[in-house]
């Protein structure tokens, strides 16, 4: 299917794989639009995706070479985007030994920098094509406020926000960018209740937040034509108080 084009909006999200990607990628299915996602490991959610219509691709974002192909993948596929959201994330603290410690860096800069680079430079013409496209990425509420015990991800999330916001000069007047800033919005199966109750002390709303209130958010940037440049904190008000 070269070249298809479409009634529905198309959008492009990295990492759909589970969680929040998943989540974000049912919702737009849900509102009407045409689904290309990438992910990099099999799971079982994605045959969900794929039965409610999405269309995937495998691809490893420390690989240059599989990143390439995945961008001749969605031109191949169709000839506008509407939507480019940058959701694919790499998490963990960094290692004690400096070789590895810096090999996690080099991931991390691939997936949070990198990465999106060339999926936004690739794409920028099937952007343009479309009539009111956005590029979105889902940084952290650390891109203010770094976290020294996560230094190198806070460090790349930093730089992805910064990328966001030169790109939102120099593809305007065409194309919006913004970011979403996801403060405690679901916690992992593996966090103990401390480190829940501890997070949860120094939220202001003091629950966590769950997917919806992040697709709240980016329904909100999509439709809202006169927005960007912004970073939408969506953290029950984290951003505010210790972190």
């Known amino acids: 299917m070269t070249g298809t084009s479409t009634t529905k909006p198309t959008a492009f999200i990295s990492g759909v794989g589970r969680r929040l990607g998943h989540f974000l990628a049912t919702q737009l299915l849900a509102k009407g639009y045409r689904v290309l996602g990438h992910y990099r490991t099999q799971m079982a959610e994605l045959e969900s995706l794929q039965a409610a219509g999405a269309e995937l691709f495998q691809a490893d974002f420390t690989d240059t070479e599989q990143v390439v192909a995945l961008t001749e993948w969605v031109t191949s596929q169709t000839t506008q985007l509407d939507l480019l959201l940058h959701n694919a994330s790499a998490?963990?603290?960094p290692p004690e030994a400096l070789l590895a410690k810096l090999q996690q860096f080099d991931q991390?800069?691939?997936?949070?920098?990198?990465?999106?680079?060339?999926?936004?430079d690739a794409f920028t013409p099937l952007l343009k094509a479309a009539k009111h496209p956005s590029v979105?990425?889902?940084t952290d509420i650390y891109v203010g406020h770094p976290n020294p015990k996560l230094a190198t991800y806070c460090a790349t999330k930093a730089?992805?926000?910064n990328l966001?916001?030169?790109?939102?000069?120099?593809?305007a007047p065409d194309v919006r960018v913004n970011t979403i800033e996801p403060g405690p919005i679901m916690f992992l199966d593996s966090h103990p209740d401390a480190y829940k109750e501890k997070i949860l002390a120094k939220t202001p709303l003091a629950s966590e937040g769950g997917f919806l209130p992040i697709w709240q958010a980016l329904s909100m940037l999509i439709d809202n034509h006169y927005m960007t440049g912004a970073r939408v904190q969506v953290d029950g008000g984290r951003s505010v108080a210790e972190l």
Request: aromatic share 14%; with cysteine; glycine share 6%.
């Open 159 to 161: 730089g992805l926000d």
């Open 108 to 120: 991390f800069y691939q997936v949070h920098m990198r990465t999106p680079v060339q999926l936004t």
């Open 164 to 171: 966001c916001q030169s790109y939102a000069r120099s593809l």
């Open 136 to 138: 979105i990425a889902i």
């Open 91 to 93: 998490f963990g603290e």
